[in-house]
DNA sequence: TCAGTATATTCGAATAATCGAGTATACGAA
DNA sequence: TTCGTATACTCGATTATTCGAATATACTGA
């Protein structure tokens, strides 16, 4: 039982291991958004959305929820938001003591991948 | 920066993303231990455990101590802690709900891969 | 110095994740 | 039905993760 609840807690957090999918989530915060919001909110593909979504409901993540023609999506359980709110202020109490942070944020800068704001 | 925040999220729900390593945290919940006795006590590869103490420490979810022949590994923040187990409830607040898990816990199981949707 | 123990790293193969482009499906309105 | 919109899925290329095996490094004690 235990093996499942590590494979359980494992898939969460993979389902969570990619900045866009915690975008996505994020912007769910404060209730159901359609694709199409997500889509112009976080401005991303509209393919690459679909497949962050898909990988957000396979991990039980998110639920949608069929009106029209349109697909809304909110999250299942208010305890993600909780544990994102956990990692915001570990970033913060993080961020004042270590350097290695500049590091890994640097990593990100000298190839292709541009990014950072 | 808000840019920064969720690529840091997105690090740690990697370095988190697999059932070793979530084994290795839970370990070191109750202080530091040895990279050898992690190795005993959750019965892996001593190559393997250090790849994956590797991941863990570049992710800075843990850190390493050295003494005399052996490193010792702690847990950086307790805030990960806390994490672990707001999912702990999670799962079992799901498991009461969602038949789904049985699906997701069969799939671990036999190696063919049922795609359903 | 040498031998033994503890831990880390490298290598190569297998698998998985990611992306954009293109295509498919579902729905509402005409 | 057909059109237009919203969303999902498939494909192929690229990159990342994972594993065990082998090797390397670091430290201790004789």
Redesign the interface.
């Known amino acids: 039982m235990t093996?499942?609840?590590?494979?359980?807690?494992?898939?969460?957090?993979?389902g969570?291991?990619?900045?866009t999918?915690?975008?996505i989530v994020?912007a769910l915060r404060d209730g159901e958004l359609s694709a199409g919001s997500l889509i112009e909110k976080l401005d991303i593909e509209q393919a690459n959305a679909s497949q962050h979504l898909a990988v957000l409901r396979s991990k039980?993540i998110v639920v949608s929820r069929k009106a029209g023609n349109q697909v809304f999506y909110s999250i299942r359980?208010q305890?993600?938001i909780?544990?994102?709110d956990?990692?915001?202020?570990?970033?913060y109490?993080?961020l004042s003591t270590?350097v290695?942070?500049m590091k890994?944020?640097a990593r990100?800068g000298p190839k292709p991948r541009i990014?950072?704001?």
């Open positions: 093996d499942a609840l590590r494979r359980f807690k494992s898939e969460i957090f993979q969570l291991a990619h900045p999918r915690i975008a994020e039980q359980d305890a993600l909780e544990v994102l956990i990692l915001r202020r570990y970033f109490s993080q270590s290695d942070m890994e944020m990100q990014r950072m704001r």
